[in-house]
């Protein structure tokens, strides 16, 4: 019985384009393209605007999910990719989102999940 | 200018009952359930299941997000739990789901998200 090994990129971005941040259907778009970019489908998804100035969207795809929480009146955007798959690489989604979101800087942890201790690793990103 | 400080709880949840994990309309209730003990609001939310064993599921609540994801023939789930409002207590969605899923054990880590470091603290759930 092998478990799965589920990578989990969590990722805060600052200093990025508020418009973008608050703009739903721009959100939406980078998510499915960031899907795409990592080799992904996606198959199903929410996005909704919370108040003036926050948005989150949730979407599943092969495997795995990505979230996001925009704050644009800080410039802010907190980022989850997550994956089961090997075939998928969540970093390509991981450089597609900052790079669209013209993020200035960003920390970004990942942790090894599945079976056993939750692993993690700082990268250099 | 205060940066929102966002409760991350990441929980490994094992042994689980099989039959409930495998059952897209009991995972969408209880995260309904769950969020609803939480004190938040469902705002939309998208379930799937992507083979004959591995369902996913998250939700968009007031100001955070829940995402599962189970794997009936391994008896273990991955769930995610995020908030960024006080109101809210994401203990509360924890131990419903993991009470819900007949979990024999689990695995849980807490990050603070937002400004700054992204900040850990192992839990003694």
């Known amino acids: 019985l092998s478990y799965p090994c589920g990578r989990h990129i969590i990722a805060e971005l600052y200093q990025c384009n508020p418009?973008?941040?608050?703009?739903?259907?721009?959100?939406?778009g980078i998510l499915i393209e960031a899907a795409v970019q990592a080799g992904a489908e996606v198959r199903d998804f929410a996005f909704k605007k919370l108040s003036p100035s926050r948005l989150c969207?949730?979407?599943?795809?092969?495997?795995?999910?990505?979230a996001?929480?925009?704050?644009a009146d800080l410039r802010y955007a907190s980022l989850d990719i997550?994956?089961?798959s090997q075939r998928i690489n969540p970093d390509?989604?991981?450089?597609?989102?900052a790079n669209q979101l013209q993020a200035s800087?960003?920390?970004v942890k990942e942790l090894l999940r599945g079976y056993g201790e939750i692993q993690e690793k700082l990268l250099d990103y």
């Open 92 to 97: 390509e989604a991981y450089y597609y989102i």
């Open 68 to 71: 996001i929480h925009t704050f």
């Open 82 to 84: 997550y994956t089961f």
């Open 19 to 28: 418009l973008i941040l608050n703009d739903l259907s721009s959100i939406q």
């Open 105 to 107: 800087w960003s920390l």
């Open 57 to 66: 969207g949730v979407m599943i795809i092969s495997e795995s999910h990505l």
